[in-house]
């Protein structure tokens, strides 16, 4: 098991892995961050917003499921959204640089540190 500031730490050994963070999905607060690229205050409260509007649409249209991960797809990178399934209201935020990381690895490793996060 391990804290925050590992686990934000331990995002970053992804290849291409610029940023990470752990916010709550409530205020857009940034519990712990590592790495650099992104304006992480703007990007978590942002991001609050796209969790926030797709559990809204799924309510609307009466899905009876969960959200595993959001990615968004830029032309430089990738963006990664990953609920925490073992406590909610908090996302896991990570920016990957597009021409040096494994999509599918990095969402691995995602699920991994969401896994064995302590909050």
């Keep these: 098991?391990?804290?925050?500031?590992q686990s934000m730490e331990e995002v970053l050994t992804l290849?291409?892995?610029m940023c990470a963070s752990l916010v709550d999905s409530n205020s857009g607060m940034i519990l712990g961050q590592a790495g650099s690229g992104v304006d992480m205050e703007v990007a978590?409260?942002?991001?609050?917003?796209?969790?926030?509007?797709?559990l809204k649409t799924m309510r609307s249209?009466?899905?009876n499921d969960v959200i595993e991960d959001i990615l968004i797809t830029l032309g430089k990178h990738y963006h990664i959204i990953r609920p925490m399934g073992r406590k909610e209201g908090l996302?896991?935020?990570?920016?990957?640089?597009k021409t040096k990381s494994n999509l599918a690895m990095?969402?691995?490793?995602?699920?991994?540190?969401?896994?064995?996060?302590?909050?």
């Design 15 to 17: 290849d291409g892995a």
């Design 106 to 119: 990095a969402r691995r490793k995602v699920l991994d540190i969401e896994r064995e996060l302590i909050v």
């Design 91 to 97: 996302f896991l935020y990570v920016v990957l640089d």
């Design 1 to 5: 098991m391990a804290n925050i500031k």
């Design 61 to 63: 249209l009466g899905l």
């Design 44 to 54: 978590a409260a942002g991001n609050t917003e796209v969790v926030k509007a797709k």
